[in-house]
């Protein structure tokens, strides 16, 4: 069965703070992973992936994916109140479906 | 605005009752993707369409769900006879041809269910 598990469920941490968020799957077929923040409104999108060792950036956020060892990680630095959010990540086969992990609940603090 | 939009926002209804939910994707876009999603949760898969093709809905949660595209345009998302489980956020998003670079989805603001 396809899936996508991100780790850990929920992080609290305060300003200034660099945080890794961490997503594995198990997926058919992989076409793209992708990265969505999540406030209290529809997902926004924040990074797509394809190829593994290839670093994407904005500003603070950077992102990057292992295909070999079928997982990605979402980086932010210099964390902001305004980071809060629940971080999603999702992957795309090439049957053009889409499967999400649960989401990290990220908090933080002034 | 030009971003996916659903409407309504909110829906409180009865258990038993039907509700249809519409969303309007992005103007070029011809994928329109469903989904659900309850609290602490990441969205879950309903169905696709490309254009006004149904090309996936196995993943529909039952045969009260149904979806349809007729014009490949908006598309609406049915529950019929509503049961208190079915309350949740139904996202819709929209993507443009599945072409490498342009993999992406985009969501609409949701409509949030609530049966009584």
């Known amino acids: 069965e396809d899936k996508v598990v991100q780790s850990p469920l929920s992080l609290v941490v305060h300003e200034g703070d660099t945080v890794t968020l961490n997503c594995s799957y198990e997926?058919?077929?992989?076409?793209?992973l992708l990265w969505y923040k999540q406030e209290k409104k529809a997902p926004t999108f924040l990074f797509m992936l394809?190829?593994?060792?290839i670093e994407k950036k904005s500003g603070r956020l950077s992102s990057i994916l292992d295909k070999k060892e079928l997982f990605s990680i979402l980086n932010i630095t210099a964390t902001q109140t305004g980071d809060s959010a629940v971080y999603l990540c999702?992957?795309?086969?090439?049957?053009?479906?889409?499967?999400f992990g649960t989401g990290t609940s990220l908090t933080v603090i002034p | 605005d030009t971003g996916v939009s659903q409407d309504p926002r909110h829906k409180i209804t009865k258990r038993g009752q039907n509700v249809t939910f519409r969303c309007d994707p992005i103007s070029e876009h011809n994928r329109l993707y469903w989904y659900r999603q309850t609290l602490g949760q990441g969205p879950e898969f309903l169905t696709y369409?490309?254009?006004?093709?149904?090309?996936?809905k196995s993943r529909l949660l039952s045969d009260r769900f149904s979806a349809e595209r007729p014009k490949g345009s908006f598309s609406t998302l049915e529950i019929q006879r509503t049961e208190q489980g079915d309350s949740a956020m139904y996202l819709c998003a929209s993507a443009p041809l599945p072409e490498i670079a342009k993999n992406i989805q985009y969501f609409g603001a949701g409509t949030r269910l609530s049966v009584l």
């Open positions: 394809t190829s593994s060792g």
């Open positions: 369409f490309q254009n006004e093709a149904q090309l996936e």
């Open positions: 997926v058919t077929n992989f076409r793209s």
């Open positions: 999702a992957v795309g086969n090439t049957g053009n479906q889409f499967y």
